[in-house]
């Protein structure tokens, strides 16, 4: 037989550094739209494009602190109620061995083993405490260590991720006077970085580029002219 050759799969999905994908557009996202529809708005009450890119990179700033505190303050929550569960979870172990038990037949009866093969499981799972924490975290709270997200690196993470999203429409301002020719510069920008961001993540979605491309684009669109029909109306009646 020949030799095989030992297989390496790289899930990068499964680990933290796929799953930041959720921060990454979220952030991105919101940064374009966010700063499109603040300077669209603006530039038809505003003149110079001197006083829209101040105004402008005010906004980016403001935002992205609150994108990246909200984020942080969020998952800081999220990760101190899952912490909440698992000690809660410790508690039932401690006090409630037999509760275990039967939550871990009741378990693996719901797929199918037979009796004996569940009180083989049990015996094995409930013969270590930490297997035992470990079994229950996973089968009854659903709960992964790799999933308890550090709230520090997705604020960071949501904050950056808000700047570059935010350089796309801002970018024209630097170096163009003419803020109706500015704007219009911003949108193209906006809608090519929009299509791009949609076609550079399905590397790691596995979905169809030119329709995730579309779909990005699309709603962030969408966003945008509703920020903009906000910012006229704050216009012409405020």
Same mark, same amino acid.
């Given at each position: 037989m020949a030799e095989q050759t030992p297989r390496h799969h790289h899930e990068d999905w @499964?680990?933290?550094? !796929?799953?930041?994908? %959720?921060?990454?557009? $979220?952030g991105m996202?919101? &940064?374009l739209v966010? /700063?499109? !529809? $603040? #300077?669209? !708005? =603006?530039?038809s009450s505003i003149a110079q494009s001197r006083y829209i890119l101040l105004a402008g990179i005010a906004e980016v700033v403001a935002g992205a602190i609150s994108m990246a505190l909200g984020a942080y303050?969020?998952?800081?929550s999220q990760r101190e109620f899952f912490h909440s569960e698992i000690e809660q979870e410790k508690w039932e172990i401690e006090k409630t061995p037999e509760k275990e038990a039967q939550e871990i037949r009741e378990i693996y009866g719901d797929m199918g083993f037979t009796r004996p093969e569940q009180e083989m499981i049990v015996n094995r799972v409930t013969s270590d405490k930490d297997l035992l924490l470990r079994f229950m975290k996973r089968e009854e709270l659903g709960l992964f260590d790799e999933h308890l997200d550090d709230p520090l690196r997705v604020g960071v993470t949501m904050g950056l991720s808000f700047v570059v999203g935010a350089v796309p429409p801002i970018m024209p301002y630097f170096f163009i006077d003419d803020? @109706?020719?500015?704007? &219009?510069?911003?949108? #193209?920008?906006?809608?090519? $970085?929009? $299509? &791009?961001? &949609? =076609?550079?993540? /399905? %590397? #790691?979605?596995?979905?169809k580029p030119i329709r995730s491309g579309l779909e990005m684009t699309i709603l962030g669109v969408v966003a945008c002219l509703i920020g903009y029909g906000l910012g006229w109306l704050a216009e012409k009646f405020i």
């Open positions: @499964h680990t933290p550094k !796929g799953r930041a994908i %959720r921060e990454i557009i $979220f996202n919101d &940064g966010t /700063t499109i !529809g $603040f #300077l669209a !708005g =603006v530039t303050l969020a998952t800081k803020p @109706h020719n500015a704007v &219009g510069i911003a949108i #193209l920008l906006s809608v090519l $970085f929009l $299509f &791009g961001a &949609g =076609v550079a993540k /399905t %590397r #790691l979605t596995k979905t």
